[in-house]
């Protein structure tokens, strides 16, 4: 029963962290209705997660080393943060969602170039399934061209390519930075995407602020989003270590199951036909791409995200990437 529970709980840290991110968006919302526009929100709560993870994990902090790649990490991230969390705010949650998850056609695109991974039959039917899902469910026969309908929708899709960027260039840092802690890399996008929000407030309309009497709520709500956010990253990254990268990543489509039904209760909003199509096109390109990359051999964008073991900061990420280099090791 102990060895069963224990199997169980990284799957079940991985859903809890699911479930988070599935609900993320409200709290946004009630920052926005306060008076805190979507940016500041962003910059703000990114920049107490990135304190915070600075604070709790500091002795890892000797461990980075400057890279032009930390720096496109953090734009990337700034880019995935910003565009998920202004687009929930302005539009329909779902439809953001799904189009934030077309990552298998943009991962096959950006790990061709960057990660010099050949473009494979299997990777573009699969990146084809994902758009697929999009014009499914973007189509309209009012609209014309199935494309984003609102700036809402064409920020969920830039954040969907900014989160696979992040994937990528996480794997690339692994390879070339292999010395850096995976709380550095949290702390890295955590900051990219403070200073990238931070930066796009300067091109807004400048909302009414808070007034005087919320401020405490307000400022009681940031922080507790960002440690809250980055308590839920790292957690989320412990049951990474444990969980083969195929099967966790299909356990994390269990946001989009969260999502639907707290778009529903707190905001009313329900899929029509052409969501449900379209997405579960999306859902099925997602497994299918994890089904695919079960066998290969280099770092993943999931496997990357190892952490080191918090009860004994010494010790090895467990899974196949440190098997591999412990046989290396061996061999030589």
Known sequence: MNQRLKNTLPTLAIMLGASVWGVIWYPMRMLAALGLSGTAASATTSAAACLFVLALRRHAIRTVSWHWLLAALAFAAGVTNIGFVWGAIHGQVMRVLLLFYLTPAWTAVFAHFILHERLTRSGVALAG???????????????????????????????????AMSNVLIVKICRVLPDMKAEMR???????????????????????????????????????????????????????????????SIIMLFELVVTALSAWAFAGEVPGPREWAGGACIVVACVLSSWVHRDRAPVGPLEALQPIDPADPLKEPSGDASAKKKSQRAMV
């Open 129 to 163: 399934l994902s758009l697929a899902g999009a014009m499914t469910m973007l189509w309209s026969p009012e609209l014309g061209m199935p494309l984003p309908a609102n700036l809402a929708e064409w920020a969920g899709l830039m954040a969907g390519m900014g989160f």
């Open 186 to 248: 949290t702390a890295t996008i955590f900051g990219g995407a403070a200073i990238v929000a931070a930066f796009a407030t300067l091109f807004e309309a400048m909302p009414t602020p808070p007034a005087a009497s919320q401020m405490g709520t307000v400022v009681f709500i940031v922080i507790g989003l960002g440690v809250v956010l980055a308590s839920n990253n790292m957690l989320v990254q412990v049951g990474l270590a444990k969980v083969p990268a195929n099967r966790a």
